[in-house]
């Protein structure tokens, strides 16, 4: 009996780390819900989401860097990202409110081009 109820803590313990761990490797946040304006937003619209996003989480690798002075290399990111973009990658942005792999590699391109430091995944 004390067998049977030790595997069964196994089984539950591995299926729960598993579980973690596929959450921690998705690149899709845990509960997220993307803005249901995304569906109807113009694009550029959405490089205006783009390049406020690119801001905050700008602002927050650099401290000591204000949100108001990354506009410049911030809107420089969101244009060419939003510009690289394949039709499917942009519809995939506007369904789940992330990048996907191939889009997200462009993004990182324009990171590089634009002299911003990437963020750590």
Known sequence: ??????????SAA?????TAAY????STPTR??????????????????VSQSCAITQARL???VSESSLNRSCDCYAGRTMR??????????RDTG????????KALAALDACKLPRPQI
């Open 84 to 93: 690289s973009l394949s039709a499917d990658e942009l519809q995939t942005y």
């Open 32 to 49: 997220y819900e993307p803005d249901p304006a995304l569906k109807t937003e113009s694009v550029s619209q959405l490089r205006v989401r």
């Open 62 to 64: 650099q401290s000591s």
């Open 14 to 18: 591995m299926s729960v780390g598993a």
């Open 98 to 105: 992330v990048f996907n792999e191939t889009a997200r590699g």
């Open 1 to 10: 009996m004390t067998s049977i109820i030790r595997a069964l803590l196994v």
């Open 23 to 26: 959450a921690a490797a998705s």
